[in-house]
């Protein structure tokens, strides 16, 4: 018996964006947790020691696998990461 989503992860775009969108991810993650879900958020995530790209995918990818379900923030369909995360 499968249950109704509860944890969820935001996927959008970071890369190139003034302050990496956050102001959209913590809008979102806002709005969620007012409806009652646990929300995984990689905006809210410490830098990397490496401070790369592929740093902050390591991060992002380790709360996407313990989300029972992905949300999409605007302009997802433009960033190689939140692809990427679409793709798993």
Do not use: I
């Amino acid at each position: 018996m499968s249950h109704p989503p509860r944890t969820l992860y935001l996927a959008g775009p970071m890369t190139g964006l003034p302050n990496y969108n956050r102001e959209a991810f913590a809008a979102a993650a806002q709005s969620l947790r007012a409806l009652g879900y646990t929300v995984l958020n990689p905006a809210d995530n410490t830098t990397p020691a490496c401070n790369s790209w592929f740093g902050w995918m390591r991060l992002a990818l380790q709360q996407l696998l313990r989300a029972d379900a992905v949300v999409f923030l605007p302009g997802w369909d433009l960033s190689a990461g939140a692809s990427l995360e679409r793709d798993l």
